[in-house]
């Protein structure tokens, strides 16, 4: 194995602001470790290692992630999660093992858990619908990045219109979580959810109303029309 890591590194590091470094963690109410780098600069600087790595196939370069995983960096994991998802099309079940190490292991912050668990594990998901049961065992877990993973996951497949059952399952499984950052969660996968299926998010979201923080309440029915979030938010 080369020093490409190294080189990973060193060109974020190379690409850091001050101002960014102090201006990002405000969105945080952990503390994070970060080069201060922008969002858009760490996509195109994972991309523009792609084409050096996917020839050495997914296997190599699942491991190279664990290792930027490894470091607690926040960008590392944004380019691990970019390089993971270049392979979606090869995903296989026993992958599924290596992502859920990864959430349970390294996530420490919601952007981290959010860049993996929308793409990554959600496109993972889409192909292997069984895994589903392991987003429930993750609704019940005592770790609050994994509790948010169980919902943020299904974040695309739901506005494809996908999963509704499990959906509703994991949210009923969340509805009391006392975690602001696990109730934006699953408010967000039922906002997703009723963008193909609004009606029953709706119902969905009536009928658990009195027990549903109002912070997951105001993201699930944020895309609704007015008349359904008059009646969704009375007492």
Request: contains cysteine.
């Amino acid at each position: 194995m080369d020093n490409i890591l190294q080189r990973v590194r060193e060109t974020l590091k190379s690409n850091s602001d001050e101002a960014v470094l102090l201006s990002g963690q405000r969105f945080f109410k952990e503390e994070i470790k970060s080069y201060g780098v922008k969002m858009p600069v760490v996509n195109k600087i994972s991309k523009q290692f792609l084409p050096e790595i996917k020839p050495r196939g997914k296997g190599q370069v699942l491991e190279l992630c664990e290792e930027l995983w490894q470091s607690g960096v926040i960008e590392e994991s944004f380019v691990a999660c970019e390089w993971a998802h270049a392979f979606q099309k090869s995903y296989e079940p026993s992958d599924f093992e290596t992502f859920e190490r990864w959430i349970k292991n390294y996530i420490t912050n919601w952007a981290s858990c959010d860049t993996l668990c929308n793409h990554t594990v959600g496109e993972f998901l889409m192909a292997y619908p069984p895994f589903i049961s392991k987003l429930k065992e993750f609704a019940v877990s005592p770790n609050r990045w994994v509790r948010r993973a169980s919902s943020v996951t299904l974040i695309i497949p739901a506005r494809k219109g996908l999963f509704l059952n499990d959906i509703f399952e994991i949210a009923s499984l969340l509805l009391t979580d006392n975690d602001d950052l696990v109730q934006k969660g699953y408010g967000w996968m039922l906002k997703a959810a009723s963008e193909a299926h609004q009606q029953e998010v709706f119902d969905f979201v009536v009928l658990n109303k009195a027990a549903m923080p109002r912070t997951a309440l105001r993201y699930a029915i944020e895309k609704m029309p007015k008349e359904m979030k008059a009646i969704a938010m009375a007492k």
